[in-house]
């Protein structure tokens, strides 16, 4: 079963600071790999999306890499701004789930960009 | 565009009482589905739909049942509710293997 996880859990940060944020996961063979940000009490907005023959993916301040061998994820932030404070999740669609689009989600790491 | 919307907001539920979530897109997307989001347990997939008239169990199915009868709406119904169902529920729809687009949200109380 595809597992993802995601460390730190929470980060905090100084404004201006460039900034990584993790994610592992168990099962190689995946479709794509997806980063999302989720705002309090608010729903999933989409920031990247990178397929599985892809090593990465920019939009503006933000690229995502993926080492799919290894099933590691990284989102990489530059000169990070108190605006950027929100739950960062990764997820991947895995190649084994039959029909459908599913993801498996990890469980987030809450970022605070601090002034 | 509206994108992906939620009926209710909030919903305070008594145990056994039964109540329908409302999904709605304007996007002409095909799949949908239907996520609850525990503390420390992330996204998990309820159920899902890859067209019109068709559905199909996630991860956590039991004590739900969906319907789509049409192509922008997907109903998630409990039947029966349990205080394990407490929760945030979020819908989503996605043209294909394509980007999946989330709506705000619902948060249910089961007392």
């Known amino acids: 079963k595809q597992e993802v996880t995601q460390i730190p859990a929470a980060l905090s940060v100084p404004e201006g600071e460039n900034l990584v944020l993790n994610c592992s996961f168990t099962d190689s063979a995946i479709y794509n790999l997806q980063w999302f940000r989720q705002d309090p009490g608010k729903g999933l907005t989409s920031l990247l999306l990178?397929?599985?023959?892809?090593r990465e993916q920019t939009s503006g301040r933000l690229n995502a890499s993926l080492d799919k061998s290894s099933g590691r994820s990284t989102l990489y932030i530059a000169a990070s701004q108190p605006g950027d404070s929100a739950t960062y999740l990764c997820a991947v669609r895995p190649v084994s789930t039959g029909g459908g689009n599913k993801l498996t989600f990890g469980t987030g790491t809450q970022l605070k960009v601090e002034l | 565009n509206a994108g992906v919307t939620q009926t209710p907001k909030f919903r305070v539920l008594k145990t056994g009482q039964s109540m329908t979530l409302l999904c709605a897109q304007d996007?002409?997307?095909?799949?949908m589905y239907w996520y609850r989001q525990d503390p420390g347990m992330g996204l998990r997939l309820i159920h899902y739909?890859?067209?019109?008239?068709?559905?199909a169990k996630g991860e956590v199915p039991d004590g739900y049942n969906v319907s789509r009868l049409k192509k922008q709406n997907f109903l998630l119904g409990l039947e029966s509710a349990a205080p394990s169902q407490t929760s945030v529920y979020f819908c989503?729809?996605?043209?294909?293997?394509?980007?999946?687009?989330f709506g705000p949200g619902t948060r249910l109380t089961v007392l």
């Open positions: 990178i397929q599985s023959s892809q």
């Open positions: 989503a729809s996605s043209r294909g293997a394509d980007t999946q687009y």
């Open positions: 996007m002409n997307h095909e799949y």
């Open positions: 739909s890859v067209g019109e008239g068709t559905t």
